[in-house]
């Protein structure tokens, strides 16, 4: 999968170029585990390519959500549309993590 | 030919809702039902029925909110009585209102009123019987045209769902369409992955022992997708309980990283049946209507035989 990665300091904006799917989410978790190793403490994750958000997918944003937060930082979700967002709102992920 | 009479035992202290039921079951030459308007009055007809040496009541179909005892109350003193007799409950109320009970009292299968008679009628025949509930032919009217496809390996099942999504697209409008793609991402990767016991998010070649199929079909009303493994590796509690999980999630359920998948397709999807036959078969159906909007009263059907 195609990532757009920006960084400014600590802070690091991920932009997946396509969809996350069920069979490629987890090169979206890889890297975006990279960059907290590397110690980033802001991570935002665009979905403005992203229509539709899967269990997996959420589960995933629990772990990075989790991990970031251990070490002082914050997981950031931007640009999500109204369907993304009815899915946060239905599994409560919305009071866990940060929609902008 | 004489048929066979599925006599039921329907509680409501509702007067119109009694006189609906009396009306759509008197249309079926094969069930005879009785009414009573309480929990209490039940408890009282059913222990005289089992008293008889010819009991006649096969299932209990009882409201969840009545002044009195109520639906899970009754269901426990029935059982009491008969702890073999099948029972449902029927409510016009969220049902989501009603699922930690629901967990806690074990009850599987909560109808909502507002389904198509036909429907219910279908359902507790269903709960009866226990027949035909596995099979799409089961819950299409006449004989619609059902595709059937194998899937052996995780990319087919993209293939599978956007081709669902194209035969689903001149009936339904973008939100269904959207809960339909979800509804059968997740439960074809449960399919996939939790059946079998694959790695999440990996690429999977089922091997020959592991069989998915996905069936679909539609009739004049609704659209119906069937998601079947051949493992049977879920349960009726386990079911509930995830739906129970996303319905009142804990703390510790909020910050999970699984477990959302069927809760999710409950929710935006029309209606979820899910059908157990233990360590043989899981199917699981999901309805999307054309016309008629379930926002936020769903049925909890979940079956195990």
Redesign the interface.
Known sequence: MELMIERDGARVNIKPEEEI???N??EVEAAIVKEIEAGATEVSLDLSNV??L???T???F??I??AISEKGGKFVLTNINS?IRK?MK????D??ITVR | MTLEKKHILVVDDSRSVRAFFEDIFSKKEDFSAVFAASGEEAVKIFEADREDPNPLFQFVLTDINMPGMDGFETIEAIKKIDPGINTGMITGFNIDDYMKMALEKGVFNIICKMDPPDEIIRTVDNLITGNNIFGIDNYLEGSPNIVKVKITE??M??TAVNDIIEFARPNLDE?KL?GL??GL??MG?NAIYHAYGYE????VALKDTEEVVIQYGADDKKLIVVINDSSGSLSKEKVLSQINK?VN?SPED????????I??TR??CDKLIVNIEKDKRTEVLIFMYFNQEYIENKPLLINQI
């Open positions: 799917h069920f069979d989410y987890k229509t539709t899967y269990s997996m959420l589960g995933m629990n772990k959500a989790a369907d899915v239905a599994t409560r992920l009071k866990i | 995780t990319s099942l993209k939100e959207y793609k979800t991402i997740e990767t999440k998010g990996s690429v996303g999630p909020l910050i999970a990283s699984g477990g959302r998948g809760y999710l929710y935006l």
